[in-house]
């Protein structure tokens, strides 16, 4: 019952095509790395609405995973996002293997493992990816260095060792990235450097998509990166943001809603 999670991606030139990329020609590197996770969180939205909009079971199976979201265009949350991209690295030939995290937003108590990233070997050295989190998180990969400060597409971040294998990624704000240590940072999440299988994260997923208690069940969370900030969209009010100027709309019809799904996130949903 588990083997779709391990089939190759359908297609990759499709998938490439997705991304507005070309297939990788010469040696992998940091940088094409970075190109690949700039451009996924750009075309591909984080987006929660089978679950919400549908009531629909999350299947994680390659074949499933491309369908939706290179064949029908739309998104996906982060045990769907990570795991295509996941083995698109792979198959790339990146060094690549699928993490366990949790998120660190303050919501009064400690948050279950209940997200996925991708830790990334290359050149001896260890880098967290991360193209399925609906939040502020850099366009690019992020060496495992205690203490990093890194400032991606403006925004400042910085990397923290913690108690055996975990890590910590804090966001510092806007722009520079000597901010961090400020009374305006924000823990973003927490995340093990220690490779996980493929099946780890059924059950969980099935928690995240099915439980009463999960944040997925309970409003819609869309967000995509542009090219100048994001746009997003949390319960009923749509944000796009510009250089780190917000300007928020309340959706107040069905029509708006799928308007705005349509014109800033690439999204056309079939009728409920």
Same mark, same amino acid.
């Given at each position: 019952? !588990?083997?779709?999670?391990?089939? /190759?991606?359908?297609?990759?030139?499709? !998938?490439?095509?997705?991304?507005?990329?070309?297939?990788?020609?010469? %040696?992998?590197?940091?940088?094409?790395?970075?190109?690949?996770?700039?451009?996924?969180?750009?075309?591909?939205?984080?987006?929660?609405?089978?679950?919400?909009?549908?009531?629909?079971?999350?299947?994680?199976?390659? %074949?499933?995973? @491309? #369908?939706?979201?290179?064949?029908?265009?739309?998104?996906?949350?982060?045990?769907?996002?990570?795991?295509? @991209?996941?083995?698109?690295?792979?198959?790339?030939?990146?060094?690549?293997?699928?993490?366990?995290?949790?998120?660190?937003?303050?919501?009064?108590?400690?948050?279950?493992?209940?997200?996925?990233?991708?830790?990334?070997?290359?050149?001896?050295?260890?880098? @967290?990816? #991360? *193209?399925? !989190?609906?939040? %502020?998180? /850099?366009?690019?990969?992020?060496?495992?260095?205690?203490?990093?400060?890194?400032?991606?597409?403006?925004?400042?971040?910085?990397?923290?060792?913690?108690?055996?294998?975990?890590?910590?990624?804090?966001?510092?704000?806007?722009?520079?990235?000597?901010?961090?240590?400020?009374?305006?940072?924000?823990? *973003?999440?927490? +995340?093990?450097?220690? /490779?996980?299988?493929?099946?780890? +994260?059924?059950?969980? &997923?099935? +928690?995240?998509?099915?439980?009463?208690?999960?944040? @997925?069940?309970?409003?819609?969370? *869309?967000?995509?990166?542009?090219?100048?900030?994001? *746009? &997003?969209?949390?319960?009923?009010?749509?944000?796009?943001?510009?250089?780190?100027?917000?300007?928020?709309?309340?959706?107040? &019809?069905?029509?708006?809603?799928?308007?705005?799904?349509?014109? #800033?996130?690439?999204?056309?949903? %079939?009728?409920?």
């Amino acid at each position: 019952m !588990y083997e779709e999670l391990y089939q /190759p991606i359908p297609d990759r030139a499709r !998938y490439w095509d997705r991304l507005g990329m070309d297939e990788p020609a010469g %040696p992998l590197d940091a940088e094409t790395l970075d190109r690949m996770i700039a451009a996924h969180q750009r075309a591909i939205p984080f987006e929660n609405l089978d679950i919400v909009d549908f009531g629909r079971t999350i299947d994680l199976g390659m %074949p499933a995973l @491309f #369908d939706k979201m290179i064949a029908r265009r739309r998104g996906g949350y982060c045990f769907e996002l990570n795991a295509l @991209f996941c083995m698109l690295l792979a198959e790339t030939g990146f060094d690549a293997a699928p993490c366990f995290a949790r998120s660190l937003k303050n919501r009064g108590y400690t948050q279950p493992i209940a997200h996925r990233g991708t830790i990334v070997s290359l050149d001896g050295e260890k880098l @967290f990816c #991360d *193209v399925g !989190y609906g939040g %502020p998180m /850099p366009a690019c990969a992020l060496p495992l260095e205690d203490g990093l400060r890194i400032v991606s597409c403006g925004q400042a971040f910085r990397m923290d060792r913690q108690d055996g294998p975990w890590w910590k990624l804090t966001y510092c704000g806007r722009e520079d990235a000597k901010a961090c240590g400020s009374d305006a940072e924000e823990a *973003v999440m927490a +995340f093990m450097d220690l /490779p996980q299988d493929e099946v780890d +994260f059924v059950p969980l &997923s099935h +928690f995240c998509s099915t439980h009463p208690d999960s944040v @997925f069940t309970q409003w819609r969370n *869309v967000n995509r990166r542009t090219d100048d900030g994001s *746009v &997003s969209i949390v319960g009923d009010v749509f944000t796009k943001t510009v250089h780190g100027e917000k300007k928020r709309v309340t959706i107040e &019809s069905e029509a708006q809603y799928r308007t705005i799904l349509e014109k #800033d996130f690439g999204i056309e949903l %079939p009728g409920r």
